[in-house]
């Protein structure tokens, strides 16, 4: 089955504390995002990836940091989190050519104490 | 980026038509028009996209003026199970992925 898999689903951590929500796709794809949902301010893009070794910033990505070295895996690290990162993350991939059609994983419900 | 402007909320009821406008005045001519669902706590999932005129699929239809300046969400008949969040997108077809997904449209379909 085609799907992009995140974990840990839920984590509740505390503030300084290193983490890495992995995230993983099984369709070949090579781009691969990361965005934050928080309430009343919708889906906020955090980095993107257009292929392997290829990062970029979105429009949120203080506080965070990403690997690609594999096409199908795309990692989101946060260093030293603190409390204003405590929000529900997604990961997705798009498919390239003329579809923009994105991919999205399950979630990450982080909390940071 | 083009930027996008949705109403905040709707509200219909089961079987009607439900029309969600979205307005992005400064698309580029690279631009897609994407169309996104979202039920709580899920990602979200795509349900169209277009470029100009109409598009179709099962699920729903997209219209695009042919200024492009704005688009129209159409779903047939909604059920109780279309309550939703949906959101417009106007990206690039190629170049960078840097999407900006706004705050969406709450549709709450009533019985």
């Known amino acids: 089955e085609a799907q992009v898999t995140q974990n840990p689903r839920y984590l509740i951590t505390v503030t300084g504390k290193k983490l890495t929500v992995t995230c993983s796709q099984n369709m070949n794809h090579e781009y691969m995002s990361w965005y934050r949902q928080d309430p009343g301010l919708g889906l906020r893009q955090i980095y993107y990836?257009?292929?392997?070794?290829?990062?970029d910033k979105g429009d949120v990505p203080e506080g965070y940091k990403v690997s690609r070295k594999e096409k199908r895996n795309f990692p989101l690290i946060l260093e030293s989190p603190s409390p204003n990162q405590t929000s529900l993350y997604f990961c997705?991939?798009?498919?390239?050519?003329?579809?923009?059609?994105?991919?999205f994983g399950p979630g990450t419900r982080l909390t940071v104490l | 980026l083009a930027k996008t402007t949705q109403p905040i909320s709707m509200d219909s009821y089961e079987g009607q038509e439900v029309n969600i406008t979205c307005s992005h005045n400064?698309?580029?001519?690279?631009?897609?028009i994407t169309w996104y669902q979202q039920f709580p706590s899920q990602g979200p999932r795509f349900i169209i996209q277009g470029y100009k005129t109409k598009v179709t699929n099962e699920v729903a239809s997209l219209f695009i003026p042919a200024d492009r300046k704005s688009s129209t969400l159409s779903l047939p008949r909604v059920s109780l199970s279309d309550t939703a969040v949906y959101y417009c997108l106007v990206g690039p077809y190629s170049g960078t992925y840097k999407y900006i997904f706004g705050t969406g449209t709450r549709l709450k379909v009533l019985a």
């Open positions: 400064n698309i580029a001519t690279n631009d897609y």
């Open positions: 990836s257009m292929n392997v070794e290829v990062t």
């Open positions: 997705a991939s798009r498919r390239g050519g003329s579809s923009d059609e994105q991919f």
